[in-house]
């Protein structure tokens, strides 16, 4: 398993972190769906690495290349209409909440984006340790801002995980922009 080891303090994050009310007013939304199992990592990722959870999209490799190669520049495909606008805005600045949902279940928690990785070195996922192979190479850093009580209460217990259902919430696989605001 990864593990960061210690994270440094962001003025930026902490300004962001002071007024929950205006972060959540002011922040560009993101859900990101997977199974019980990946969440299941995720969430005993951030037991680890004191609050902070790692998430990640299925790309492959080529999919990477291309979307940072001229080919995307002149034909923005569809595989990268939606990595664009998450990356675009992370650079600029704008404060990313995630929210995690998981397949079946609902809504567990949500976190502030803080840090933004390219791996395709290192194994995280069960699916990737299984197929030795990395899957989710686009990957994102987030401090857990709300876990559900279910999920506290349960942490070794993921079976026993409920979650928030929300109304139009997009609920396929991976990472989709939330445009209209839920909460």
């Known amino acids: ?5 210690y994270v440094k303090d962001s003025p930026l994050i902490n300004e962001w972190l002071k007024d929950l009310r205006k972060l959540i007013n002011d922040a560009d939304y993101w859900i990101s769906s997977g199974s019980l199992e ?3 990592n995720s969430i005993e990722f951030s ?18 290349v291309r979307f940072f190669g001229e080919e995307v520049r ?8 939606v990595q664009r606008p998450f990356i675009i805005n ?18 567990i928690g949500a976190g502030l984006i803080t840090y933004l990785i390219i791996d395709t070195h290192n194994l995280f996922w ?16 987030m401090r857990v801002l709300w876990l559900h009580k279910s999920v506290i209460e349960n942490l070794n217990k993921p079976r026993e995980w409920r979650g928030e259902t929300i109304e139009d919430i997009p609920t396929r696989s991976g990472l989709q922009h939330v445009t209209k605001f839920l909460i």
């Open 1 to 5: 398993m990864v593990v960061l080891g």
């Open 38 to 40: 990946h969440w299941f």
């Open 47 to 64: 037991l680890i690495n004191g609050g902070y959870t790692i998430w990640g999209q299925r790309l492959g490799i080529e999919d990477l």
């Open 74 to 81: 002149r034909s923005w495909s569809r595989r990268s209409s």
């Open 90 to 107: 992370y650079v600029n600045r704008k404060p990313l909440i995630n929210v995690f949902y998981v397949s079946g279940i609902g809504v």
């Open 126 to 141: 069960e699916e990737e340790l299984k197929n030795e192979q990395v899957i989710f190479p686009l990957r994102w850093i």
